[in-house]
């Protein structure tokens, strides 16, 4: 469904991801892993044609569906961000305009990719925060991002995300400003979204356990490089790079036994 083939990215005359190459079918998770500044961010934002600060696809090609995304128009990419493609960012609340109301924000974002009444797309977007195990999505609608807890604004951010069910849905560390228990309440709510609705999930994150319990395959990252790139028992217990045997190694144990 998706393949990058070969990808270097540039910010002017600077390489910042260099030779990047990797294949997603439908359904499938692939775990994006690294240090702060590997390039992973920037990579799913090359996807989505939203590099910033003129950073560019200086060499290879990104297939989506046997399309090459860097022919894209404006309008070809206004059509395919949000429906077919969808991202979830690090803070969703951070996205958001706060001065306007969870409500504004969602039948906007409805309205604008199907031809709805302002109350069927209200209707629409309590329905998907209910998906989401969010109680009360009335409430929330009437709610300003400022007034929800971390988690909830997550819930929020991926209810957006999924409501035209895409086929590939892009994850910039969506659990890492969370606490412990809600980031396993957020995996576990994507996971079940590829189950029923078969998305597939590019998920970045720097924590080697979220990646591990994931992702069916398993990238890792240093300086824009690929490390180790393979199925997730094959990196985690054949690690090709002394960076990735590193990184293992760094994962905490408990009484001698080491959870990735």
């Not at 090459?68 to 059509?79: F, V």
């Not at 906007?108 to 209200?122: G, L, P, V």
């Not at 590829?194 to 970045?204: A, F, L, N, P, Q």
Request: charged share 25%; glycine share 10%; proline share 3%.
């Amino acid at each position: 469904m998706l393949e990058l083939k070969n990808v270097t990215i540039s910010y002017g005359d600077r390489p910042t991801v260099k030779d990047f190459s990797m294949t997603l079918k439908k359904g499938e998770i692939v775990s994006l892993v690294g240090e702060s500044g590997s390039g992973k961010t920037t990579v799913i934002r090359a996807i989505l044609g939203l590099l910033p600060g003129g950073g560019k696809v200086t060499d290879g090609d990104i297939l989506f569906e046997e399309k090459s995304l860097l022919q894209n128009t404006n309008e070809q990419w206004r059509k395919l961000r949000g429906t077919d493609i969808s991202m979830i960012f690090q803070d969703s609340g951070a996205m958001m305009n706060p001065i306007r109301k969870i409500g504004s924000i969602f039948t906007e974002y409805i309205r604008t990719h199907e031809k709805i009444s302002k109350k069927d797309a209200w209707e629409k977007g309590v329905e998907m925060l209910a998906r989401m195990r969010l109680p009360d999505g009335n409430n929330i609608m009437k709610s300003y991002p400022f007034q929800l807890s971390g988690g909830m604004r997550q819930r929020v951010g991926i209810a957006m995300a999924m409501t035209f069910q895409p086929k590939l849905l892009l994850a910039d560390e969506p659990t890492s400003a969370l606490d412990v228990t809600t980031q396993a309440q957020i995996v576990r709510q994507m996971m079940e979204l590829r189950d029923e609705y078969g998305t597939s999930i590019i998920m970045v994150t720097h924590n080697l356990g979220v990646a591990a319990y994931m992702g069916d395959k398993v990238i890792v990252m240093q300086h824009g490089k690929i490390m180790d790139q393979g199925d997730r028992e094959h990196v985690l217990r054949c690690p090709q790079s002394e960076y990735t045997r590193s990184l293992i190694a760094a994962v905490p144990t408990l009484e001698g036994e080491r959870y990735v």
